[in-house]
Protein backbone atom coordinates (compact mmCIF):
# COMPACT_ATOMS: atom_id res chain seq x y z
CA UNK A 1 0.00 0.00 0.00
CA UNK A 2 1.03 3.52 -0.88
CA UNK A 3 -0.40 5.99 2.12
CA UNK A 4 1.14 9.27 2.67
CA UNK A 5 -1.12 10.12 5.93
CA UNK A 6 -3.16 8.78 8.76
CA UNK A 7 -6.49 8.18 8.70
CA UNK A 8 -8.14 10.25 10.77
CA UNK A 9 -11.99 10.84 9.36
CA UNK A 10 -11.66 10.74 6.09
CA UNK A 11 -10.06 7.57 4.52
CA UNK A 12 -8.48 7.16 1.20
CA UNK A 13 -5.79 4.41 0.01
CA UNK A 14 -4.01 3.80 -2.70
CA UNK A 15 -2.38 0.50 -3.87
CA UNK A 16 -0.87 -1.42 -6.88
CA UNK A 17 -0.76 -4.70 -8.47
CA UNK A 18 2.18 -5.75 -11.12
CA UNK A 19 1.43 -8.43 -13.98
CA UNK A 20 -0.78 -9.97 -15.94
CA UNK A 21 -4.37 -10.33 -13.51
CA UNK A 22 -5.29 -8.97 -10.21
CA UNK A 23 -7.25 -12.39 -9.60
CA UNK A 24 -7.19 -12.26 -5.34
CA UNK A 25 -8.48 -8.80 -5.41
CA UNK A 26 -10.80 -9.12 -7.80
CA UNK A 27 -12.40 -12.06 -5.81
CA UNK A 28 -12.72 -9.93 -2.95
CA UNK A 29 -14.09 -7.23 -4.84
CA UNK A 30 -16.68 -9.32 -6.87
CA UNK A 31 -17.59 -11.57 -3.91
CA UNK A 32 -16.57 -14.44 -5.55
CA UNK A 33 -14.31 -15.46 -2.81
CA UNK A 34 -15.91 -14.69 0.61
CA UNK A 35 -14.13 -12.95 3.88
CA UNK A 36 -14.79 -14.16 6.91
CA UNK A 37 -15.74 -10.00 7.82
CA UNK A 38 -18.54 -11.02 4.86
CA UNK A 39 -21.80 -10.49 6.20
CA UNK A 40 -23.48 -12.37 3.35
CA UNK A 41 -27.06 -11.01 4.51
CA UNK A 42 -25.97 -8.01 3.32
CA UNK A 43 -24.54 -8.72 0.19
CA UNK A 44 -27.20 -8.01 -1.88
CA UNK A 45 -27.02 -4.56 -0.95
CA UNK A 46 -23.60 -3.81 -2.61
CA UNK A 47 -23.58 -2.02 -6.10
CA UNK A 48 -21.75 -1.73 -9.37
CA UNK A 49 -20.77 1.98 -9.47
CA UNK A 50 -19.00 1.61 -13.04
CA UNK A 51 -20.99 0.37 -16.04
CA UNK A 52 -19.02 -1.73 -17.80
CA UNK A 53 -18.10 -2.01 -21.38
CA UNK A 54 -20.05 -4.13 -23.99
CA UNK A 55 -18.64 -7.34 -23.40
CA UNK A 56 -16.91 -6.98 -20.49
CA UNK A 57 -18.56 -9.10 -17.07
CA UNK A 58 -15.10 -8.50 -14.36
CA UNK A 59 -13.32 -6.19 -13.34
CA UNK A 60 -10.16 -8.08 -15.01
CA UNK A 61 -11.42 -8.13 -17.88
CA UNK A 62 -12.29 -4.49 -17.83
CA UNK A 63 -8.35 -3.82 -16.74
CA UNK A 64 -7.30 -5.53 -20.12
CA UNK A 65 -9.88 -3.86 -22.21
CA UNK A 66 -8.80 0.14 -21.33
CA UNK A 67 -5.00 -0.74 -21.98
CA UNK A 68 -5.88 -2.64 -25.25
CA UNK A 69 -8.56 0.39 -26.40
CA UNK A 70 -6.26 3.29 -25.11
CA UNK A 71 -4.39 3.14 -28.31
CA UNK A 72 -0.76 2.60 -26.60
CA UNK A 73 1.94 1.93 -29.34
CA UNK A 74 4.94 0.82 -26.67
CA UNK A 75 4.95 -2.28 -25.24
CA UNK A 76 4.04 -3.10 -21.50
CA UNK A 77 6.62 -4.60 -19.93
CA UNK A 78 5.78 -7.58 -17.03
CA UNK A 79 6.65 -5.30 -14.25
CA UNK A 80 4.84 -2.61 -15.11
CA UNK A 81 1.34 -1.15 -13.33
CA UNK A 82 -1.37 -2.20 -14.71
CA UNK A 83 -3.99 -0.57 -12.25
CA UNK A 84 -4.02 1.43 -8.90
CA UNK A 85 -6.31 -0.19 -5.93
CA UNK A 86 -8.73 3.02 -4.70
CA UNK A 87 -10.28 2.67 -1.08
CA UNK A 88 -12.52 5.47 0.12
CA UNK A 89 -14.18 5.18 2.92
CA UNK A 90 -14.52 6.90 6.58
CA UNK A 91 -14.19 5.92 10.15
CA UNK A 92 -17.40 3.44 11.01
CA UNK A 93 -19.02 6.04 13.25
CA UNK A 94 -19.09 8.81 10.48
CA UNK A 95 -20.12 6.05 7.54
CA UNK A 96 -22.72 5.00 10.14
CA UNK A 97 -23.63 8.65 10.66
CA UNK A 98 -23.73 9.31 6.85
CA UNK A 99 -25.99 5.95 6.03
CA UNK A 100 -28.70 6.85 8.69
CA UNK A 101 -29.06 10.12 6.97
CA UNK A 102 -29.88 8.93 4.07
CA UNK A 103 -26.98 10.41 2.17
CA UNK A 104 -24.96 6.95 1.13
CA UNK A 105 -26.28 7.96 -2.79
CA UNK A 106 -24.91 11.48 -2.52
CA UNK A 107 -21.66 10.37 -0.67
CA UNK A 108 -21.01 7.85 -3.61
CA UNK A 109 -21.72 10.21 -6.62
CA UNK A 110 -19.33 12.60 -5.00
CA UNK A 111 -16.48 10.20 -4.92
CA UNK A 112 -17.31 8.96 -8.06
CA UNK A 113 -17.23 12.29 -9.58
CA UNK A 114 -14.00 13.23 -7.84
CA UNK A 115 -12.36 9.89 -9.32
CA UNK A 116 -13.70 11.18 -12.72
CA UNK A 117 -12.30 14.06 -12.18
CA UNK A 118 -8.69 13.40 -10.97
CA UNK A 119 -8.16 10.33 -13.04
CA UNK A 120 -10.48 10.57 -16.02
CA UNK A 121 -13.91 8.93 -16.69
CA UNK A 122 -12.26 6.50 -19.12
CA UNK A 123 -9.38 5.16 -16.63
CA UNK A 124 -12.28 4.42 -14.13
CA UNK A 125 -12.50 0.82 -15.40
CA UNK A 126 -14.30 -0.04 -11.89
CA UNK A 127 -15.95 0.71 -8.20
CA UNK A 128 -17.98 -1.10 -6.16
CA UNK A 129 -19.81 -0.05 -3.21
CA UNK A 130 -19.71 -2.89 -0.12
CA UNK A 131 -21.77 -2.79 2.45
CA UNK A 132 -21.62 -6.16 3.74
CA UNK A 133 -18.78 -5.46 5.43
CA UNK A 134 -18.28 -3.78 9.29
CA UNK A 135 -17.95 -0.42 7.91
CA UNK A 136 -19.10 0.83 4.33
CA UNK A 137 -16.56 1.97 1.49
CA UNK A 138 -15.59 1.68 -1.98
CA UNK A 139 -13.19 -0.15 -3.92
CA UNK A 140 -12.41 1.71 -7.30
CA UNK A 141 -9.93 0.16 -9.52
CA UNK A 142 -7.43 3.25 -12.20
CA UNK A 143 -5.85 2.25 -15.28
CA UNK A 144 -2.66 4.81 -14.96
CA UNK A 145 -3.46 5.88 -18.42
CA UNK A 146 -1.45 9.26 -19.23
CA UNK A 147 -0.53 11.73 -22.49
CA UNK A 148 2.59 13.73 -22.66
CA UNK A 149 6.17 13.39 -21.98
CA UNK A 150 7.39 11.44 -18.73
CA UNK A 151 7.73 13.38 -15.37
CA UNK A 152 11.08 12.08 -15.15
CA UNK A 153 12.16 12.70 -19.03
CA UNK A 154 11.59 16.15 -18.63
CA UNK A 155 14.67 16.46 -15.76
CA UNK A 156 17.22 13.50 -17.91
CA UNK A 157 20.03 14.99 -20.24
CA UNK A 158 22.42 13.59 -22.31
CA UNK A 159 25.47 15.72 -22.90
CA UNK A 160 23.69 18.75 -22.24
CA UNK A 161 21.05 17.85 -24.34
CA UNK A 162 17.59 16.78 -24.12
CA UNK A 163 16.30 13.13 -24.98
CA UNK A 164 14.48 12.27 -27.41
CA UNK A 165 10.66 13.45 -26.36
CA UNK A 166 7.71 11.88 -27.33
CA UNK A 167 4.60 13.24 -29.24
CA UNK A 168 2.39 14.85 -26.49
CA UNK A 169 -0.35 13.23 -27.19
CA UNK A 170 0.76 9.86 -27.13
CA UNK A 171 -0.99 7.68 -24.75
CA UNK A 172 1.16 5.70 -21.99
CA UNK A 173 0.48 3.69 -19.05
CA UNK A 174 2.71 5.03 -16.35
CA UNK A 175 2.03 4.80 -12.56
CA UNK A 176 5.06 6.93 -12.00
CA UNK A 177 2.99 10.25 -13.34
CA UNK A 178 0.09 9.56 -10.82
CA UNK A 179 1.28 7.80 -7.66
CA UNK A 180 3.98 10.50 -7.40
CA UNK A 181 4.78 11.48 -3.01
CA UNK A 182 3.43 15.44 -4.23
CA UNK A 183 0.13 13.92 -6.16
CA UNK A 184 -0.53 11.87 -3.37
CA UNK A 185 -0.71 14.58 -1.03
CA UNK A 186 -2.72 16.78 -3.32
CA UNK A 187 -5.04 13.69 -3.86
CA UNK A 188 -5.96 13.69 -0.22
CA UNK A 189 -6.37 17.57 0.26
CA UNK A 190 -8.99 17.79 -2.72
CA UNK A 191 -10.39 14.67 -1.44
CA UNK A 192 -10.97 16.10 2.15
CA UNK A 193 -12.46 19.17 0.83
CA UNK A 194 -15.39 17.42 -1.32
CA UNK A 195 -15.88 15.44 1.88
CA UNK A 196 -15.69 18.11 4.33
CA UNK A 197 -19.81 18.54 3.90
CA UNK A 198 -20.15 15.14 5.84
CA UNK A 199 -18.33 16.13 8.60
CA UNK A 200 -15.32 13.87 7.36
CA UNK A 201 -11.44 15.34 8.02
CA UNK A 202 -8.32 15.12 6.31
CA UNK A 203 -5.85 12.39 8.26
CA UNK A 204 -2.86 13.78 10.18
CA UNK A 205 -0.37 15.44 7.62
CA UNK A 206 2.95 12.94 8.01
CA UNK A 207 1.93 10.25 10.28
CA UNK A 208 4.17 7.14 10.31
CA UNK A 209 0.74 4.92 11.15
CA UNK A 210 0.51 2.29 8.08
CA UNK A 211 -2.79 0.57 7.13
CA UNK A 212 -3.10 -3.44 8.12
CA UNK A 213 -4.07 -5.68 4.87
CA UNK A 214 -6.91 -8.00 5.63
CA UNK A 215 -4.71 -11.11 5.45
CA UNK A 216 -2.47 -9.15 8.54
CA UNK A 217 -5.16 -8.74 10.18
CA UNK A 218 -6.66 -12.00 9.92
CA UNK A 219 -3.01 -13.68 10.97
CA UNK A 220 -3.04 -10.85 14.13
CA UNK A 221 -6.58 -12.25 14.95
CA UNK A 222 -5.64 -15.33 15.23
CA UNK A 223 -2.57 -15.20 16.78
CA UNK A 224 -4.12 -13.24 19.44
CA UNK A 225 -6.77 -15.85 19.85
CA UNK A 226 -4.23 -18.87 20.22
CA UNK A 227 -2.87 -16.94 23.60
CA UNK A 228 -5.76 -16.32 24.96
CA UNK A 229 -7.00 -20.55 24.43
CA UNK A 230 -3.38 -20.90 25.86
CA UNK A 231 -3.94 -18.44 28.71
CA UNK A 232 -7.41 -19.91 29.20
CA UNK A 233 -6.02 -23.89 29.41
CA UNK A 234 -3.63 -22.61 31.57
CA UNK A 235 -5.90 -20.96 34.27
CA UNK A 236 -8.36 -24.48 34.14
CA UNK A 237 -5.06 -26.38 34.81
CA UNK A 238 -4.34 -24.53 37.50
CA UNK A 239 -7.71 -24.14 38.78
CA UNK A 240 -8.01 -28.34 38.73
CA UNK A 241 -4.77 -28.53 40.68
CA UNK A 242 -5.92 -26.08 43.16
CA UNK A 243 -8.99 -28.29 43.93
CA UNK A 244 -6.42 -31.32 44.22
CA UNK A 245 -4.83 -29.50 47.04
CA UNK A 246 -8.26 -27.76 48.81
CA UNK A 247 -9.72 -31.58 48.72
CA UNK A 248 -6.52 -32.79 50.48
CA UNK A 249 -6.44 -30.12 52.62
CA UNK A 250 -10.19 -30.84 53.82
CA UNK A 251 -8.89 -34.08 54.48
CA UNK A 252 -5.55 -32.58 56.68
CA UNK A 253 -7.37 -29.79 58.77
CA UNK A 254 -10.06 -28.12 60.29
CA UNK A 255 -12.81 -26.43 59.14
CA UNK A 256 -11.53 -22.87 59.89
CA UNK A 257 -8.11 -23.57 58.18
CA UNK A 258 -9.97 -24.77 55.46
CA UNK A 259 -11.95 -21.61 55.25
CA UNK A 260 -8.51 -19.60 55.34
CA UNK A 261 -7.26 -21.98 52.01
CA UNK A 262 -9.71 -21.13 50.06
CA UNK A 263 -9.75 -18.24 50.36
CA UNK A 264 -5.91 -17.55 49.66
CA UNK A 265 -7.02 -20.53 46.79
CA UNK A 266 -9.88 -17.86 45.22
CA UNK A 267 -7.70 -14.95 45.67
CA UNK A 268 -4.51 -16.85 43.84
CA UNK A 269 -7.20 -17.35 41.17
CA UNK A 270 -8.13 -13.71 40.97
CA UNK A 271 -4.84 -12.57 41.39
CA UNK A 272 -4.06 -15.44 37.61
CA UNK A 273 -6.87 -14.03 36.06
CA UNK A 274 -6.17 -10.15 36.82
CA UNK A 275 -2.55 -10.92 35.85
CA UNK A 276 -3.91 -12.43 32.04
CA UNK A 277 -5.79 -9.77 31.69
CA UNK A 278 -5.18 -6.69 33.50
CA UNK A 279 -6.65 -5.34 36.19
CA UNK A 280 -8.02 -2.15 33.82
CA UNK A 281 -9.60 -4.82 31.40
CA UNK A 282 -11.64 -6.42 34.55
CA UNK A 283 -12.93 -2.89 35.52
CA UNK A 284 -14.02 -2.12 31.92
CA UNK A 285 -16.16 -5.73 31.69
CA UNK A 286 -17.46 -4.62 34.96
CA UNK A 287 -18.19 -0.97 33.32
CA UNK A 288 -19.94 -2.75 30.33
CA UNK A 289 -22.20 -5.07 31.93
CA UNK A 290 -23.40 -2.16 33.77
CA UNK A 291 -24.18 -0.47 30.84
CA UNK A 292 -25.49 -3.40 29.68
CA UNK A 293 -27.98 -3.70 32.47
CA UNK A 294 -29.30 -0.03 32.65
CA UNK A 295 -29.82 -0.64 28.84
CA UNK A 296 -31.81 -3.57 29.17
CA UNK A 297 -33.97 -2.31 31.75
CA UNK A 298 -34.70 0.97 29.52
CA UNK A 299 -35.39 -0.89 26.63
CA UNK A 300 -37.51 -3.47 29.61
CA UNK A 301 -39.32 -0.23 30.84
CA UNK A 302 -40.44 1.17 26.88
CA UNK A 303 -41.92 -2.17 26.03
CA UNK A 304 -44.01 -1.95 29.20
CA UNK A 305 -45.24 1.27 27.79
CA UNK A 306 -45.71 0.23 23.95
CA UNK A 307 -47.67 -2.74 25.28
CA UNK A 308 -49.96 -0.39 27.45
CA UNK A 309 -50.61 2.05 24.76
CA UNK A 310 -51.52 -0.78 22.37
CA UNK A 311 -53.62 -2.13 24.80
CA UNK A 312 -55.24 1.39 25.20
CA UNK A 313 -55.44 1.70 20.97
CA UNK A 314 -57.44 -1.43 20.73
CA UNK A 315 -59.65 -0.62 23.26
CA UNK A 316 -60.37 2.46 21.57
CA UNK A 317 -60.69 0.95 18.15
CA UNK A 318 -63.29 -1.48 19.82
CA UNK A 319 -65.56 1.14 20.95
CA UNK A 320 -65.53 2.93 17.65
CA UNK A 321 -65.78 -0.16 15.88
CA UNK A 322 -69.19 -1.15 17.70
CA UNK A 323 -69.96 2.66 17.37
CA UNK A 324 -70.01 2.25 13.46
CA UNK A 325 -71.45 -1.16 13.03
CA UNK A 326 -74.25 0.02 15.82
CA UNK A 327 -75.02 3.04 13.34
CA UNK A 328 -74.67 1.09 9.71
CA UNK A 329 -77.38 -1.42 10.97
CA UNK A 330 -79.52 1.41 12.18
CA UNK A 331 -79.49 3.04 8.71
CA UNK A 332 -79.86 0.02 7.12
CA UNK A 333 -83.06 -0.96 9.34
CA UNK A 334 -84.35 2.50 8.35
CA UNK A 335 -83.41 1.84 4.54
CA UNK A 336 -85.16 -1.40 4.70
CA UNK A 337 -88.11 0.09 6.31
CA UNK A 338 -87.85 3.10 3.29
CA UNK A 339 -87.72 0.29 0.73
CA UNK A 340 -90.90 -1.65 2.11
CA UNK A 341 -92.85 1.05 1.96
CA UNK A 342 -92.05 2.23 -1.20
CA UNK A 343 -92.58 -1.50 -2.23
CA UNK A 344 -96.13 -1.60 -0.87
CA UNK A 345 -96.91 1.43 -2.73
CA UNK A 346 -95.85 0.48 -6.23
CA UNK A 347 -97.71 -3.25 -5.62
CA UNK A 348 -101.02 -0.37 -4.79
CA UNK A 349 -100.27 1.79 -8.38
CA UNK A 350 -99.90 -1.02 -10.18
CA UNK A 351 -102.88 -2.84 -8.97
CA UNK A 352 -105.27 1.09 -9.39
CA UNK A 353 -103.49 1.53 -12.66
CA UNK A 354 -102.70 -1.56 -15.04
CA UNK A 355 -100.44 0.35 -17.37
CA UNK A 356 -97.97 1.44 -14.55
CA UNK A 357 -97.50 -2.46 -13.54
CA UNK A 358 -97.22 -2.99 -18.10
CA UNK A 359 -94.35 0.30 -18.18
CA UNK A 360 -91.97 -1.64 -15.98
CA UNK A 361 -91.81 -4.84 -18.67
CA UNK A 362 -91.35 -2.35 -21.28
CA UNK A 363 -88.62 -0.41 -19.67
CA UNK A 364 -86.65 -3.89 -19.26
CA UNK A 365 -87.50 -4.92 -22.83
CA UNK A 366 -86.37 -1.64 -23.92
CA UNK A 367 -83.09 -2.15 -21.64
CA UNK A 368 -82.41 -4.66 -23.83
CA UNK A 369 -82.71 -3.80 -26.60
CA UNK A 370 -79.95 -1.57 -25.92
CA UNK A 371 -81.31 2.17 -25.11
CA UNK A 372 -79.98 4.09 -22.32
CA UNK A 373 -81.99 5.71 -19.23
CA UNK A 374 -82.17 9.27 -21.28
CA UNK A 375 -83.49 7.62 -24.08
CA UNK A 376 -85.63 5.52 -22.67
CA UNK A 377 -87.22 8.61 -20.81
CA UNK A 378 -87.58 10.36 -24.10
CA UNK A 379 -89.43 6.97 -25.57
CA UNK A 380 -91.93 7.35 -22.30
CA UNK A 381 -92.81 10.43 -23.47
CA UNK A 382 -94.61 8.98 -26.48
CA UNK A 383 -92.54 10.98 -28.53
CA UNK A 384 -90.48 9.14 -31.50
CA UNK A 385 -87.02 9.16 -31.10
CA UNK A 386 -84.40 8.67 -34.11
CA UNK A 387 -82.10 6.00 -33.59
CA UNK A 388 -78.80 4.66 -34.93
CA UNK A 389 -76.68 2.13 -33.25
CA UNK A 390 -76.93 -1.74 -32.57
CA UNK A 391 -80.71 -2.94 -31.51
CA UNK A 392 -80.13 -6.48 -29.88
CA UNK A 393 -82.26 -9.37 -29.98
CA UNK A 394 -82.73 -11.85 -26.87
CA UNK A 395 -84.89 -13.96 -28.71
CA UNK A 396 -82.46 -14.45 -31.73
CA UNK A 397 -79.39 -13.72 -29.99
CA UNK A 398 -78.25 -10.93 -32.10
CA UNK A 399 -78.00 -7.69 -32.58
CA UNK A 400 -78.52 -5.84 -35.73
CA UNK A 401 -76.90 -1.97 -36.28
CA UNK A 402 -79.43 0.45 -37.74
CA UNK A 403 -78.82 3.97 -39.35
CA UNK A 404 -81.73 6.45 -38.12
CA UNK A 405 -84.61 4.05 -37.30
CA UNK A 406 -87.63 5.52 -35.53
CA UNK A 407 -88.03 4.26 -31.92
CA UNK A 408 -91.91 4.79 -30.27
CA UNK A 409 -93.52 3.54 -27.42
CA UNK A 410 -97.09 3.07 -28.37
CA UNK A 411 -100.84 1.93 -26.16
CA UNK A 412 -102.27 -0.77 -27.86
CA UNK A 413 -105.89 -2.27 -26.72
CA UNK A 414 -105.03 -5.92 -25.99
CA UNK A 415 -108.95 -7.13 -25.41
CA UNK A 416 -110.46 -5.48 -22.44
CA UNK A 417 -106.92 -4.15 -21.24
CA UNK A 418 -104.20 -1.69 -22.84
CA UNK A 419 -100.72 -2.21 -22.95
CA UNK A 420 -97.51 -0.71 -24.14
CA UNK A 421 -95.87 -1.74 -27.01
CA UNK A 422 -92.27 -0.55 -28.60
CA UNK A 423 -92.35 0.13 -32.41
CA UNK A 424 -89.16 0.33 -34.68
CA UNK A 425 -90.05 2.18 -37.99
CA UNK A 426 -93.85 1.60 -36.76
CA UNK A 427 -93.79 -2.17 -36.28
CA UNK A 428 -93.79 -3.95 -33.19
CA UNK A 429 -90.37 -4.53 -32.07
CA UNK A 430 -90.43 -8.21 -32.39
CA UNK A 431 -92.41 -8.18 -35.88
CA UNK A 432 -89.50 -5.76 -36.66
CA UNK A 433 -86.82 -8.14 -36.09
CA UNK A 434 -88.56 -10.91 -37.60
CA UNK A 435 -88.70 -9.31 -40.47
CA UNK A 436 -84.97 -8.17 -40.46
CA UNK A 437 -83.45 -11.37 -39.53
CA UNK A 438 -85.92 -13.13 -42.24
CA UNK A 439 -84.44 -10.49 -44.94
CA UNK A 440 -80.67 -11.48 -43.69
CA UNK A 441 -81.17 -15.02 -43.77
CA UNK A 442 -82.53 -14.68 -47.44
CA UNK A 443 -79.51 -12.67 -48.41
CA UNK A 444 -77.21 -15.44 -47.02
CA UNK A 445 -78.80 -18.86 -47.90
CA UNK A 446 -81.61 -17.51 -50.36
CA UNK A 447 -82.99 -21.55 -50.95
CA UNK A 448 -82.79 -22.40 -47.65
CA UNK A 449 -86.56 -22.43 -46.15
CA UNK A 450 -86.96 -21.13 -42.89
CA UNK A 451 -87.47 -24.08 -40.13
CA UNK A 452 -90.83 -22.89 -38.01
CA UNK A 453 -90.81 -24.36 -34.17
CA UNK A 454 -93.18 -22.79 -31.70
CA UNK A 455 -93.28 -19.90 -34.31
CA UNK A 456 -90.37 -18.75 -33.98
CA UNK A 457 -87.47 -18.31 -36.86
CA UNK A 458 -84.03 -20.17 -36.56
CA UNK A 459 -81.03 -19.47 -38.78
Request: with cysteine; net charge positive; charged share 30%.
Given at each position: YVDLTLPKNDDLKFAYYKGASDARMSDHIERRVIAPNVDSTRTHLNRELVELPEGVTVRDEAIAYRIKSAGIKRKITPDQVRAIRVMMSGTHEDMMKIQQDGRMNEWCNDSMEWLHKTFGRENTVSAVLHMDETTPHIHATIVPIVTGERRKAKQKQTDGKRSYRKKADAARLCADDVLNRDKLIGYHDDYAKIMDKYGLQRGVRGSEARHVTTAQYYRDLKRQTGKLETGVQQLQEEREEAEKQLKQVKKEIGTQKLEAVKTEAKAAIIAKVGSFLGSGEIKELKQENKQLYEEVATRDESIEKLQALIKEQQKQYRKELTEVQ??????????????????????????????????????????????????????????????????????????????????????????KKQRFILCINGKNVFEWFKEQFEKLRQIIHPNLQPLIKNKRLKL
Open positions: ARSIKEQNGQKARTDIMQKWINRACKWFPLFDDAFRVEKLCRSVGFTSEQIDRLFTFKPLEYSGNIYSEEHKRGISVTKAIAQIKIAQDG
